[in-house]
């Protein structure tokens, strides 16, 4: 009979050497542990975290989003190992926005990025929408932050554009690039006019082909409403560009515009007062997660919400009165 190895759990350091070095499994513990809600887990990611930080920040971070079959996880391949081609570290975070509504994945069943996956420059990895807003801002932060202590130095946050995910991948992301498809007057229309303004450049993808020629109308016609647009970053006009990931066409000219904007606003100061903006907004957005969790798991809550609803529900109280209500009886609790 063989004996079943006796695994001490890893430690703090274990946790953060693993990191610092590189070494893929311990990076994607690390992850894993962060990922994790229960007590200790926090308890211990905290501490882990604390000793990375000063680690973090070298990198440039980059949010992508565009409809479902826009060709993100085809844009991301070839973007991505070209990066890595030319030395560069890279990692994909990739947002599944699915799984609050339904559980389910949109990404999830199909393997995405194989080549990329499998590229010892690059790491690639689902990151779990499932929860409150804080949570999905805490988890993929941090996990953004572990990438760059193990030394990624391309950071990619790919969200699908439902309109869910784009203001807060924004808000961790230096760059935002919007993915874009040719098309009638429709598909211009159908793309939100919100999500436009959150984008630093839109790159009409699939310009092959046949396709070439309307991608080229498509772009002209992007270019005049980020004309009127308000950019999103102070001292940066958006502009639009085709490209194609399938044939490989123009995916450089994403580089180039990135490390532009990357010279331009560093220049001017907005990149660095951006980061510390961020920072501040990720500080407020915890303690709102945590205000939350506090009151929705407080027992007095717990016992005296259902009724209080009903009581709204039959006309007994006005929503106003209840909520005043609720407060008092948690104030009282506190
Ligand atoms: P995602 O849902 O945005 O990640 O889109 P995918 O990368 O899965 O691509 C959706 C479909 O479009 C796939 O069948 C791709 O092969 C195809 N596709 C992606 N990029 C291009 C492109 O540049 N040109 C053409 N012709 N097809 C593309």
Redesign the pocket.
């Known amino acids: 009979m063989t004996k079943k190895k006796r695994h001490r759990p890893f430690t703090v350091d274990d946790y953060v050497e693993g990191v610092l070095s590189r070494d893929r499994v311990m990076v994607a513990r690390t992850i894993t542990l962060i990922e994790s809600n229960a007590k200790k887990h926090r308890e211990l990611a905290e501490l882990v975290l604390k000793k990375l930080l000063p680690h973090t920040g070298n990198s440039i971070r980059i949010g992508i989003t565009?409809?479902?079959?826009?060709?993100?996880?085809?844009?991301i391949e070839a973007f991505g190992s070209m990066l890595c081609d030319d030395g560069h570290q890279v990692a994909v975070l990739a947002i599944d926005p699915s799984s609050t509504v339904t559980g389910g994945s949109i990404l999830g069943d199909k393997t995405?990025m194989e080549k990329l996956a499998r590229n010892p420059k690059a790491f690639v990895r689902p990151s779990p929408s499932g929860g409150t807003l804080g949570g999905v801002t805490r988890k993929t932060r941090e996990t953004m932050l572990i990438c760059e202590a193990a030394g990624f130095d391309v950071i990619i946050i790919e969200t699908?554009g439902t309109g869910q995910n784009e203001v807060t991948v924004r808000s961790m992301v230096d760059f935002f690039l919007v993915?874009a498809l040719t098309g009638a007057g429709d598909e211009l229309q159908g793309m939100k006019k919100g999500v436009m303004e959150l984008a630093d450049s839109i790159f009409i993808?699939?310009?092959?082909?046949d396709?070439k020629q309307r991608a080229l109308q498509a772009r002209a016609e992007y270019n005049r409403i980020l004309y009127f647009l308000q950019s999103p970053t102070e001292g940066w006009k958006p502009k639009a560009f085709t490209?194609?990931?399938?044939?490989g066409d123009n995916i450089r000219g994403i580089w180039d515009v990135i490390l532009k904007f990357e010279e331009v606003t560093k220049d001017s100061g907005v990149f660095e007062r951006r980061r510390k903006e961020q920072l501040l907004e990720w500080v407020d957005w915890m303690i709102e997660d945590e205000l939350k969790r506090r009151f929705f798991e407080n027992e007095a809550v717990k016992k005296q919400l259902p009724h209080i609803r009903s009581n709204v529900l039959h006309a007994e109280l006005s929503p106003a009165a209840a909520v005043k209500k609720i407060m008092e009886i948690y104030d009282n609790q506190k």
Do not use: F, Y
């Not at 565009?66 to 844009?75: I, M, N, R, Y």
């Not at 490209?243 to 044939?247: G, V």
């Open positions: 565009g409809v479902p079959g826009a060709g993100k996880s085809t844009l995405r699908v993915i993808n699939k310009a092959d082909g396709n490209c194609s990931a399938m044939t």
